[in-house]
């Protein structure tokens, strides 16, 4: 009912920048909270960034300074701005949102995208 795609991903130098984004599209009432995970090899899903429906956000503390996460309602769309990036930063990086359907009004549902690659090279 719902998709989230990733797009923005790639290969990047240490020190570079990159800007990842999600559209979410389908039966859509409204979108809560949206965020940025992200999964290393070998480790666990982590939050990296996160964002309310009113743009309030908050962000681990590795990458505070360096990450910036923003959304457009108005296209159901949420971004991570990637600067001063660090080999550590390697990851496979999924958006997820908290979503309300338009049939079931009242209720919230948890989506995920596909996942996109980030290689930071040293």
């Known amino acids: 009912q719902v998709q989230l795609v990733e797009s923005g991903g790639g290969l990047v130098q240490a020190g570079g920048s990159l800007r990842l984004s999600c559209a979410a599209s389908?039966?859509?009432?409204?979108?809560?909270?949206m965020a940025w995970y992200r999964q290393a090899p070998g480790k666990q899903r982590d939050l990296v960034a996160a964002?309310?429906?009113?743009?309030?956000?908050n962000y681990a503390d590795s990458v505070k300074g360096r990450f910036t996460i923003s959304r457009d309602n108005t296209k159901n769309t949420v971004y991570l701005q990637m600067n001063s990036l660090k080999p550590e930063d390697t990851a496979v990086y999924y958006c997820?949102?908290?979503?309300?359907?338009?049939?079931?009004?009242?209720?919230?549902?948890?989506?995920w995208g596909q996942g996109t690659q980030v290689t930071v090279s040293s």
């Open positions: 997820h949102a908290v979503v309300v359907l338009t049939n079931r009004v009242g209720y919230q549902f948890a989506y």
């Open positions: 389908g039966s859509i009432f409204s979108i809560n909270d």
């Open positions: 964002i309310t429906s009113g743009g309030s956000t």
